[in-house]
């Protein structure tokens, strides 16, 4: 399994600012891919999936550019709430489903 | 909702000492996981599990061993314990590539 990287930040941002992550990955048969978030001292939970299409939930939307091998999270009008470490997850095809976690990028939202 | 439950929330220990670390999920998902989580270094895999009494190593799997005697509990082993093994320990189960997690257990070995 090959690496997944993410620019740890942080990145720090006033409420109401819209802001995007990347995460790279090297494996070019990777099939799955999904961002997490982690709350501090909190185990990650499943923030969205990403599809080939794109898709967006609320204020979050996740795209996926398989010629460029990277996947992005974009956060309209950042809340307060929204302050966590996002993690990048890919999964190679095989049937596996062995994830491989990027070290996550952390946001903080100031007032 | 999927429940992953591990047995301890905090645990110390001493160098030596055998340490038992166990993870339940109620949804008969067949994939089981444990990590280990230091900062800096994010999410590494110890071990896996397909299946009961399957079990396949990770990235990291030196000083651990695994039991999976049933399909809802897979238990991480420290054999004996070292303070390098200080770490938060994240098990998960997973179903179509999605990873429940538990809540972790902090370890600290003394």
């Known amino acids: 399994r090959k690496e997944v990287e993410q620019d740890p930040g942080p990145f720090n941002v006033p409420e109401g600012a819209t802001v995007a992550f990347n995460c790279t990955y090297s494996?070019?048969?990777?099939?799955?891919f999904f961002w997490y978030r982690q709350d501090c001292r909190k185990e990650p939970k499943l923030l969205m999936s990403v599809y080939s299409s794109g898709n967006e939930d609320g204020r979050f939307t996740a795209q996926l550019n398989r010629a460029s091998q990277y996947i992005s999270l974009l956060i309209r009008d950042s809340k307060l709430s929204d302050s966590a470490t996002y993690l990048c997850?890919?999964?190679?095809?095989?049937?596996?489903?062995?994830?491989?976690f990027g070290r996550g990028t952390s946001l903080i939202v100031h007032p | 909702d999927v429940k992953v439950t591990q047995s301890s929330r905090y645990l110390v220990k001493r160098t030596g000492e055998k340490v038992f670390l166990e993870c339940v999920q109620d949804?008969?998902?067949?994939?089981m996981f444990w990590y280990r989580q230091d900062p800096g270094l994010g999410l590494r895999l110890i071990y896996f599990?397909?299946?009961?009494?399957?079990?396949e190593k990770g990235d990291i799997p030196e000083g651990y061993s695994v039991s999976r005697e049933k399909k809802e509990r897979f238990s991480l082993i420290l054999e004996s314990a070292s303070t390098n093994q200080t770490s938060m320990y994240l098990c998960a189960s997973s179903f179509a590539g999605t990873q429940y997690f538990g809540p972790g257990t902090r370890l600290l070995v003394l």
């Open positions: 494996n070019s048969a990777s099939q799955s």
């Open positions: 599990s397909y299946d009961v009494k399957m079990k």
């Open positions: 997850v890919v999964i190679a095809s095989g049937g596996s489903y062995i994830p491989t």
């Open positions: 949804m008969d998902h067949e994939n």
